[in-house]
């Protein structure tokens, strides 16, 4: 199951819903900031789910224009979702992040460019923790599962704030990082 299918389902889990109920709890959860759930996605989802008896739909009578198609998690899809959540908690997550490939290919830069990016790279972490903590702020009542993904989502963040000013204080005192040698040409 990928991440996105799993994200529509936990929220068909959650409540019976239409697809547009599950783009608006999408935007209030602004969970498209670690799920790559796109609003013309969602119906491709639900069909996918309920291809594999996952989630089931019926029509259901709407006041505000036509019947909506409403989906809701089967017992299959009840236990689908209990064991991909098994999972993802049990399985930490691989360091496959651009930033990796990027700190891998790091010596490609200049220096002044090198230390400009890093500093781009920290500051948008600063900003996306402040906009995180404004987010919970607004939002008191949440559900303890809730508040425990922003309460890790925050302390990811922190984490790598402090390293990329570690590292960033790093450069600073050592200098250059060592430029990639150009492969000699054969004669």
């Keep these: 199951m990928t991440h996105a299918e799993l994200a529509v ?6 409540a019976p819903r239409y697809g547009y109920e599950i783009e608006l709890v999408i935007q209030a959860r602004e969970m498209r900031n670690w799920a790559d759930l796109g609003f013309s996605s969602i119906y491709y ?8 008896g996952l989630v089931h739909s019926t029509r259901r009578a709407s006041p505000e224009g036509p019947a909506r198609k409403v989906y809701r998690c089967t017992g299959a899809g009840a236990e689908a979702l209990r064991g991909a ?3 993802s908690l049990t399985n930490p997550e691989p360091a496959d992040s651009p ?7 790091l010596p490609v ?3 002044t460019e090198m230390r400009r990016a890093l500093h781009r790279y920290r500051d948008l972490l600063g900003e996306r923790l402040k906009h995180l903590r404004r987010n919970r702020d607004g939002q008191p009542d949440l559900p303890l599962h809730v508040h ?18 570690g590292f960033l204080a790093q450069l600073m005192k050592s200098g250059p990082v060592a430029r990639p040698r150009r492969p000699r040409r054969n004669a």
């Design 109 to 111: 830069l200049p220096p």
């Design 9 to 14: 389902l936990s929220l068909v889990a959650e």
């Design 99 to 105: 930033i990796q490939l990027a700190l891998a290919n």
């Design 85 to 87: 959540v098994y999972l």
């Design 148 to 165: 425990a993904m922003f309460a890790r989502s925050r302390a990811m963040l922190r984490a790598e704030i402090r390293w990329a000013d």
């Design 45 to 52: 989802h639900l069909g996918r789910l309920e291809r594999r």
